[in-house]
């Protein structure tokens, strides 16, 4: 089985007053404000600036100089404007298994995998969260929880014969 899943911007970019484009995501200016709407700031999948990647790292540094931005509004600054620090790729592939790219390096493996989950624990905002992530993943991993459930819509079985008890 092969399974692709994509992201895109959330429905809400659709009342903006502004044509979003295939992924969903609605034209910014440099500042991540809306065009002819100065005081409507997007950040995160919905923000289309760059063709920037739909990953948390550029939602969260992208949140992080609207929230300076917005002082700088309410002091009478003025604002700056958006820059993406790539800090690295990475995912979990499977079980044990990831793939991290930093820079030039590159790891794959349980090693991609260790790397994956220490920086995802770290990024977590508060040390409760972190633990109840942390306690999740646990069980998760000791109980060989899979983490992917898929829901399959039968098709029709045209031509072949109705298993017993079906009509009943
Ligand atoms: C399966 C999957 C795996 C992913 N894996 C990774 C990964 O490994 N690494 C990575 O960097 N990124 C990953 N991403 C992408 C990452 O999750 C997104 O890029 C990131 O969450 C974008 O942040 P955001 O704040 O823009 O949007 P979101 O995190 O989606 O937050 C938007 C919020 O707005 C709310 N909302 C929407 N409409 C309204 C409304 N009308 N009123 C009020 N609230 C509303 C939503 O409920 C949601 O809570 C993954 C995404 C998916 C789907």
């Known amino acids: 089985m092969v399974w692709t899943a994509g992201v895109r911007g959330a429905p809400l970019g659709t009342k903006l007053g502004v044509k979003p484009d295939r992924s969903g995501r609605v034209p910014v200016c440099r500042s991540l404000q809306l065009a002819g709407h100065p005081e409507v700031m997007v950040v995160g999948d919905l923000a289309g600036l760059d063709n920037l990647p739909m990953l948390a790292q550029v ?79 646990a069980w998760d991993y ?4 899979r983490p992917i459930r898929l829901l399959v819509g039968a098709r029709p079985t045209r031509g072949l014969p109705e298993p017993p008890g ?3």
Do not use: C, K
């Open 59 to 137: 939602a969260i540094q992208e949140a992080r100089l609207v929230g300076s931005n917005i002082l700088a509004m309410t002091e009478g600054r003025d604002v700056a404007e958006f820059q993406y620090h790539d800090r690295g790729i990475m995912a979990t592939v499977g079980r044990n298994s990831g793939i991290a790219q930093i820079g030039p390096f590159q790891f794959s493996g349980f090693i991609g995998w260790v790397i994956w989950l220490v920086v995802h624990l770290v990024n977590i905002l508060t040390f409760r969260a972190r633990l109840l992530t942390l306690l999740n993943w």
């Open 166 to 168: 079906a009509e009943e």
């Open 142 to 145: 000791l109980a060989v929880d």
